[in-house]
């Protein structure tokens, strides 16, 4: 059963025609990878996907309702929720007080705008907080400010932070950037957890191909705009679309 169904989406920025008639459907609960070389459209779609661009035609559709024009809390109180390229945190609080924020903004499965009108108590929202870095490998840095945490540790944060708001479709921009081979191996095994032991569809854009093979059940390759191929990873490796996609080799 597909959760999210792209449809005959097109998307141009003056003469340039960043998305071609792009059709793609992600199944509930797995990991969906999109892969493509720079310039292939994989940002252009991701903004598309989270209502941030709306597309010149075509639909978006997340569990049967269309995310085009609505704002990003309505996209949040769908079950949509997105880590970016560069961690969207807090860097001058604690650990602690940023796994807060998205805890304090949740109650009973509705978004909260203001924080202050919560009702949940303090403690309720210490408690759920706590639970979160303790799933995150993080309770021993709760204390520590954001900013002085590495690049996997905030990477880790800003996931344990989008978790907070429970949601169903977890989108990751290229979470691995800039990593260490570690961080990056650690951020893979925390994502093959969550997948694991949450009901949650991920779908990831990402150029480390490891990365890719590591956790993706099915792959989509974007080229200028356009999906080449879907298939399965097995069948993804050495397809002669992917490898001239990538290095200009003729089938």
């Known amino acids: 059963m597909s959760i999210l169904e792209v449809k005959g989406v097109n998307k141009r920025f003056g003469g340039l025609q960043a998305l071609g008639d792009v059709n793609l459907s992600v199944a509930e609960n797995t990991v969906h990878a999109i892969i493509g070389p720079n310039g292939a459209g994989k940002s252009t779609l991701l903004n598309c996907l989270v209502g941030k661009l709306i597309p010149d035609t075509g639909s978006v559709m997340f569990d049967g309702q269309s995310v085009l024009g609505r704002a990003p809390y309505e996209i949040n109180q769908m079950g949509i929720s997105r880590v970016f390229q560069t961690p969207e945190i807090f860097g001058d609080l604690t650990v602690m007080e940023n796994m807060m924020i998205p805890c304090f903004a949740k109650r009973d499965g509705a978004f909260e705008m203001n924080a202050l009108t919560s009702i949940r108590s303090q403690r309720d929202v210490l408690e759920q907080a706590e639970a979160m870095l303790a799933d995150m490998n993080m309770i ?11 690049r996997g540790d905030k990477r880790r944060l800003e996931i344990g932070m989008c978790l907070s708001q429970q949601p169903r479709l977890l989108l990751l921009d290229e979470p691995t950037a800039g990593m260490a081979r570690a961080d990056t191996n650690n951020t893979i095994d925390l994502l093959k957890q969550i997948k694991d032991e949450r009901d949650i569809t991920i779908a990831i854009i990402e150029h480390d191909m490891h990365v890719v093979f590591s956790l993706a059940e099915r792959i989509t390759v974007l080229a200028q705009g ?22 200009g080799e003729s089938a």
């Open 140 to 150: 021993d840095k709760r204390e520590m400010l954001a900013a002085s945490l590495s």
């Open 226 to 247: 356009t999906p080449l191929v879907e298939d399965t990873p097995e069948n993804i490796k050495g397809h002669p679309k992917v490898r001239e996609a990538y290095l």
